[in-house]
């Protein structure tokens, strides 16, 4: 009964698609709720059915009385065929144990995003604000700007290459005058 509960209070959707599973997981998971679902259904609808079968009406109802007599005999002789399910269980261990590797790469995948996300976010909360940087501090982030800027300075460039075409320019042209 605890198992129907937890199952029942089991959010599918939400472990898809928060624990980042990958799709080849969520398809095995998908396919098994799929087969659990179905085996449930038929044992319901099988436990649904009588179990037991009244000879006495087929007694009274039957003139070929041999028919039944031969019909009960079947059923008291009746032994329930055992197989071995151990190909089964062997199946289901194996991929038991798959799903098992899988999360746990799963889990430190997510272990060091989570350790990247943190340090990124360190980052963030002690950078300083926009406002404070200064030229230099652009420079010695990013030394390939001073160079490219130097450069530019030398050879007289003080435009940059396709600025012009992707942004309007100030030009007095593009200004209506207004007289009040």
Same mark, same amino acid.
């Given at each position: 009964?605890?198992? /129907?509960?937890?199952?029942?209070?089991?959010?599918?959707? &939400?472990?898809?698609?928060?624990?980042?599973?990958? /799709?080849?997981?969520?398809?095995?998971?998908? $396919?098994?709720?799929? @087969?659990?679902?179905?085996?449930?259904?038929?044992?319901?609808?099988?436990?649904?059915?009588?179990?037991?079968?009244?000879?006495?009406?087929? &007694?009274?109802?039957?003139?070929?009385?041999?028919?039944?007599?031969?019909?009960?005999?079947?059923?008291?002789?009746? /032994?329930?065929?055992?197989?071995?399910?151990?190909?089964?269980?062997? $199946?289901?261990?194996?991929?038991?144990? /798959?799903?098992?590797?899988?999360?746990?790469?799963?889990?430190?995948?997510?272990?060091?995003?989570?350790?990247?996300?943190?340090?990124?976010? $360190?980052?963030?909360?002690?950078?300083?604000?926009?406002?404070?940087?200064?030229?230099?501090?652009?420079?010695?982030?990013?030394? @390939?700007?001073?160079?490219?800027?130097?450069?530019?300075? =030398?050879?007289? =460039?003080?435009?940059?290459?396709?600025?012009?075409?992707?942004?309007?320019?100030?030009?007095?042209?593009?200004? @209506?005058?207004?007289?009040?």
């Amino acid at each position: 009964m605890a198992s /129907k509960a937890a199952v029942a209070a089991v959010d599918f959707t &939400r472990i898809y698609t928060t624990l980042g599973l990958g /799709k080849e997981t969520i398809a095995s998971l998908q $396919a098994f709720r799929k @087969r659990h679902a179905e085996a449930q259904r038929l044992q319901k609808q099988y436990a649904s059915e009588p179990t037991t079968v009244d000879l006495s009406h087929y &007694r009274s109802v039957l003139r070929n009385q041999s028919i039944v007599d031969e019909a009960e005999k079947l059923l008291n002789g009746f /032994k329930p065929v055992t197989y071995d399910v151990n190909a089964h269980v062997k $199946a289901i261990e194996a991929f038991e144990a /798959k799903a098992v590797v899988s999360a746990q790469a799963m889990e430190e995948k997510i272990e060091i995003e989570i350790k990247e996300l943190q340090a990124t976010l $360190a980052n963030i909360e002690e950078a300083r604000p926009f406002e404070d940087l200064t030229s230099y501090d652009v420079g010695d982030a990013h030394p @390939r700007l001073v160079q490219v800027m130097e450069t530019m300075m =030398k050879k007289g =460039k003080f435009t940059v290459p396709g600025y012009s075409e992707n942004s309007e320019t100030l030009t007095s042209s593009n200004y @209506r005058h207004v007289v009040p």
